[in-house]
T-cell receptor, first 114, second 113 residues
């Protein structure tokens, strides 16, 4: 049963600490997205990759966030230093382009920054 | 900048009611519009629409796209408590933005027994 896997599922950390979230996309999918979801902002696109190359990271605060895809089976989203306003659920999603346009979402990483 | 607006933001109905959720968009090089349902965890795919006027249907849910009006509606008939969820509309851009989905803020639907 193919699915997107994210770790950690939950993370509580203190302001100023580094946070790294990981995502394993579905094998064969060539496009990977990072979204952030909060009550106030809905689902915001942070960054996305096609064939491991970053296509758009304009939604990401560049001074503290970074996203990479070191290989086809791993995408990472790093926050350094973290701030309380980064508290949110971070979703990774993967898809195939060209394809149906459907995205398959992981279960999310719930981040709380104290 | 691509933009997707959903209305209403929230809706409370009773079982058996019919609801209509709205989605309007502004996007460069429109490719498709997608509807997702989000319960406790991750969004799950409902429909993809690419052509105007062709209704997609799955059980009690149906959706249609109007490219002239840059909008779509999602209808749910005979609602059940299990339909309670956030319904998300996303628009996929084409060409250089192919695959990039911009989401609306969602409509939170609550169905009371």
């Amino acid at each position: 049963d193919a699915r997107v896997t994210q770790t950690p599922r939950h993370k509580v950390t203190e302001m100023g600490q580094e946070v790294t979230m990981r995502c394993q996309p579905i094998l064969g999918h060539n496009t990977v997205f990072w979204y952030r979801q909060t009550m106030m902002q809905g689902l915001e696109l942070l960054a996305y990759f096609r064939n491991r190359a970053p296509l758009d990271d304009s939604g990401m605060p560049k001074d503290r966030f970074s996203a990479e895809m070191p290989d086809a089976t791993l995408a990472t989203l790093k926050i350094q230093p973290s701030e309380p306003r980064d508290s949110a659920v971070y979703f990774c999603a993967s898809g195939l382009v060209p394809g149906t346009g459907e995205l398959f979402f992981g279960e999310g990483s719930r981040l709380t920054v104290l | 900048e691509d933009k997707v607006v959903q209305s209403p933001l929230s809706l409370v109905v009773h079982e058996g009611d019919t609801v209509t959720l709205n989605c309007s968009y502004e996007v460069t090089n429109f490719r498709s519009l997608l509807w997702y349902k989000q319960e406790k965890k991750a969004p799950t795919f409902l429909f993809m629409l690419t052509s105007s006027g062709i209704e997609k249907k799955s059980g009690r849910l149906s959706s249609i796209l109007d490219k002239k009006e840059l909008s779509s509606i999602l209808n749910i008939t005979a609602t059940q408590t299990g339909d309670s969820a956030i319904y998300l509309c996303a628009v996929e851009g084409g060409q250089s933005n192919a695959g990039k989905s911009t989401f609306g803020d969602g409509t939170t639907l609550t169905v009371k027994p």
